[in-house]
């Protein structure tokens, strides 16, 4: 276990101007701060615990499982450490790992639902759909007002064809929350499992009538609507389901089979071609998109989609027979025979088959193999006419795909799925991002110092800053220190050199016998802090450089940005962070006091009042730092974003426009859907 070699201060006296001094002289504070403390407590739990928090809301998962592990390590007996590395591996898809250990998390503490949902979910992705009912059972019985696990608990039970348990769950649901659209929408489900689609299509009916915008409901009954045949009303129905929930694959395949029906074989094609675009391993698609190939004449394209479909599954005889045909078609004759013989060994009394693979004999002048198919034909029609033409056995039917038609005479049809499942949407936290806070038209976040190049963003753009520059240039780090927008998730090897390094800055800051030339140390160590998101200690570090150099506005920047990424790990949690809000604002306002031509310190300090909603200041800020840097497209992004959100509509258009210019191609993005949701 990696040991962090702590200092002892009172933070809450060490903040700007207004904050309390310490009574202590600055050399006696260091002293007692920069010694080792002792083997027992040489770092501090709830210190490590937090920067692991930290590491998992900005989504760096390996990182975050280190800090979880030191403290299992040192304090097995607590569930937090346990049930927050489940959740970091549950989001690198280790769901057997995260499952261990949220059932290590609930031995020592079986009184928090979250515990039971995340392992529900977990249990989910790996279909053990019984085991997370059970899950949520536990969950609810001590959360019983939560509507999502009650939803994910009935979802479990559809998942697992216990339509009694489904039913009489959802009855309770319906009862409970009249006005939650979804309970209706999985009620209709149901009844289309049991086969009453009469059912299912009043509680669709009331499920739309709640929230029509329910992309899974326009699913539903478009469900219907092909089990009906009713192509048209399942065409537009599908449409709108696609229109509300455009990832969903399934909804694309079958629109696809319904404008086939339709005639809309333009259409179809376009919907196979998309659904492959989010799943290119889907096999409907790739078949079915096959087969139109066929019927508009793109041979080799379709043997394309064949070949995929073969690679998948080597024994579907269906697609061996359709390529077979194809290749017969394009002049490949040996390709054609190879295919057509492994058909005709799956079923030998195939006519088609023999007729055909006779035919590339000829072609191909070999004769008596020919004439060998065409007599095995003439001898089947004999026995046909005499009755004792051989069937096919219960096993032999067996090894058929589900989703295709046992009768070979079927080849060249679409297939469709046995059953259409609705691509349904669990009710967690743990669906989408850590802290559910990335969307499309979130601010773009703060630049701050770090040891690691930009890698993303604006390529063309190199942030400088004479301040920074020169601190390198006298202090000579041990790695050079940039100036980046945010850090990148660290790697297992990355993880491991940084812990190096704030290893060997502890010595060396522990060795130092003369502050003056050597507090430089103290930012070094900082910043390698802050690279692994350990924000606490790295405000430490700050401080202590701060006490005796008040000067530097680096220190204040960089103690800044930790405070203000503390913050909003807190905050998502619940905690209030008003008052540390004010802290982050005074360093910002200190480290323009001393460095007012860094253009980045206004942007990062108009972050900080976007994320209060003070979006007047932001505005300034931002138009500050423009000015000091025209090409700064962060800048004008977020000045954007400010401005759509103050009601600018046409203003902040044109920011975003000009931060595409710059290289930020994500404005596009925000303008596209910003125009669509006008």
């Not at 276990?1 to 060490?14: A, H, I, L, Y």
């Not at 989001?91 to 290590?104: H, I, K, M, P, V």
């Not at 092909?226 to 079958?254: C, F, M, T």
């Not at 522990?510 to 350990?534: C, D, F, G, M, P």
Request: overall charge neutral; proline content about 2%; some cysteine.
């Amino acid at each position: 276990m990696r040991s962090f070699r702590k200092t002892v201060r009172n933070q809450e006296g060490c903040w700007g101007s207004g904050g309390l001094r310490y009574l202590l002289s600055s050399v006696a504070v260091f002293v007692m701060a920069l010694f080792p403390l002792a083997t027992h407590a040489q770092y501090n739990i709830d210190r490590v615990l937090n920067a692991g928090r930290g590491a998992l809301y900005y989504e760096d998962y390996v990182l975050s499982m280190q800090y979880f592990n030191q403290v299992i390590s040192a304090k097995p007996y607590l569930y937090e450490p346990w049930f927050y590395r489940a959740v970091a591996k549950y989001y690198l898809d280790d769901f057997q790992g995260a499952e261990a250990d949220c059932s290590e998390a609930i031995n020592l503490n079986p009184y928090i639902s979250g515990i039971y949902d995340l392992r529900g979910v977990c249990r989910i992705r790996m279909k053990k759909y019984k085991e997370a009912g059970a899950d949520y059972d536990m969950a609810i019985l001590h959360d019983p007002t939560s509507q999502s696990l009650w939803y994910n608990r009935a979802l479990c039970r559809i998942q697992d064809k216990d339509y009694d348990k489904a039913n009489f769950e959802l009855d309770s649901m319906m009862n409970r929350w009249k006005t939650n659209a979804k309970v209706y929408q999985l009620k209709a489900e149901v009844c289309m499992q049991q086969k009453d689609t009469v059912k299912a299509s009043t509680f669709l009916d009331k499920s739309l009538e709640l929230d029509p915008y329910d992309g899974e409901a326009w699913t539903v009954r478009a469900m219907i609507s092909l089990s009906r045949r009713k192509w048209k009303e399942a065409d537009e129905q599908l449409g709108k389901a696609i229109h509300l929930k455009p990832s969903a694959v399934g909804n694309y395949v079958n629109r696809a089979l319904a404008r086939y029906n339709i005639n809309n074989l333009r259409g179809a094609m376009a919907d196979y071609d998309k659904a492959l675009e989010l799943d290119p391993n889907n096999f409907l698609a790739h078949y079915n998109r096959g087969q139109l190939r066929v019927q508009v004449g793109d041979d080799n394209r379709a043997i394309d989609d064949f070949d995929f479909i073969i690679k998948m599954e080597p024994n579907n005889i269906m697609a061996i027979f359709n390529r077979a045909l194809l290749l017969d078609r394009t002049g490949d004759l040996q390709g054609a025979i190879r295919d057509y013989t492994r058909v005709i060994d799956e079923f030998p009394n195939f006519w088609t088959g023999l007729q055909y693979r006779a035919n590339c004999y000829r072609r191909l002048g070999m004769t008596a193999k020919a004439e060998l198919d065409e007599f095995r034909i003439l001898k089947a029609q004999m026995d046909k006419h005499l009755g004792i033409q051989p069937r096919w056995s219960k096993s032999k039917q067996k090894e058929v795909r589900k989703q295709s038609d046992i009768d070979m005479n079927k080849y060249n049809q679409l297939v469709e799925a046995d059953e259409n499942e609705v691509e349904h949407e669990y009710a967690s936290a743990y669906r989408g991002k850590v802290q559910n806070r990335k969307v499309d038209d979130d601010f773009m976040a703060m630049y701050v110092l770090s040891y690691r190049r930009q890698m993303e963003g604006v390529k063309s753009f190199t942030a400088f800053d004479n301040d920074v520059e020169q601190f390198n240039n006298t202090a000579k780090p041990i790695h050079t220190i940039f100036i980046c927008t945010h850090n990148k998730a660290l790697t297992q090897d990355e993880t491991k050199t940084f812990f190096a390094l704030i290893d060997t800055l502890s010595e060396r800051i522990n060795r130092i016998s003369n502050w003056e030339k050597e507090r430089s140390l103290l930012i070094q160590r900082a910043v390698a802090y802050t690279v692994v998101q350990n924000f606490d200690e790295a405000i430490n570090d700050l401080t202590a450089y701060i006490q005796t150099d008040s000067t530097s506005s680096v220190a204040y920047w960089q103690r800044a940005v930790c405070q203000a990424m503390m913050n909003e790990v807190s905050q998502s949690q619940g905690m209030e962070a008003n008052l540390k809000t004010a802290r982050t604002l005074s360093d910002f306002d200190e480290a323009i006091r001393r460095n007012p031509q860094n253009a980045f310190l206004y942007y990062d300090r108009g972050n900080v009042y976007a994320s209060r909603q003070d979006y007047q200041r932001a505005l300034d800020d931002y138009t500050k730092a423009i000015t000091l840097e025209p090409n700064l497209a962060e800048a004008y992004y977020n000045r954007g974003l400010a401005r759509l959100r103050c009601g600018k509509r046409k203003e902040g258009l044109d920011d975003l426009s000009k931060a595409g210019e710059r290289g930020l191609y994500d404005a596009y993005s925000v303008i596209k859907q910003y125009r669509e949701k006008e």
